[in-house]
């Protein structure tokens, strides 16, 4: 699935580990994610825990999309910024699915994301 996402490609975004309802990504924030206070966008955060969520919940096999997903900024990222997003699988049950991704820069938590994931026939 990750060989095929242009957009997390196209941000940088690497996948450094994936499986058993687990996945770790990360992204070094550069200048064109920055908004207009000079800090990381929020957009490209959320993208990122985005990401960490779906190739956790699609470590398991059938094809998995997300049904919503929220986020909480605790901390500031900047230009440089080295993030990592740990992706973890609470629940499975039939079709749907509950992970949490934690976004670190280095030791510093900065942002929790909780994503609902749907499991979906291929055609």
Request: neutral net charge; glycine residues 14%; hydrophobic residues 45%.
């Amino acid at each position: 699935m990750f060989d095929a996402d242009v957009a997390s490609k196209g941000l940088g975004i690497e996948l450094v580990s994936a499986g058993d309802g687990a996945a770790v990504a990360r992204m070094r924030v550069t200048p064109t994610m920055l908004n207009g206070h000079a800090i990381g966008h929020g957009g490209f955060v959320f993208l990122l825990a985005d990401t960490a969520f779906a190739l956790a919940c699609n470590s398991h096999g059938p094809a998995t999309v997300a049904a919503g997903g929220e986020i909480s900024f605790l901390r500031p990222v900047r230009e440089g910024d080295l993030l990592e997003a740990y992706a973890t699988e609470r629940v499975r049950h039939g079709r749907s699915g509950i992970y949490d991704v934690t976004v670190r820069r280095g030791d510093e938590v900065v942002a929790e994301f909780r994503g609902r994931s749907r499991t979906i026939a291929r055609d």
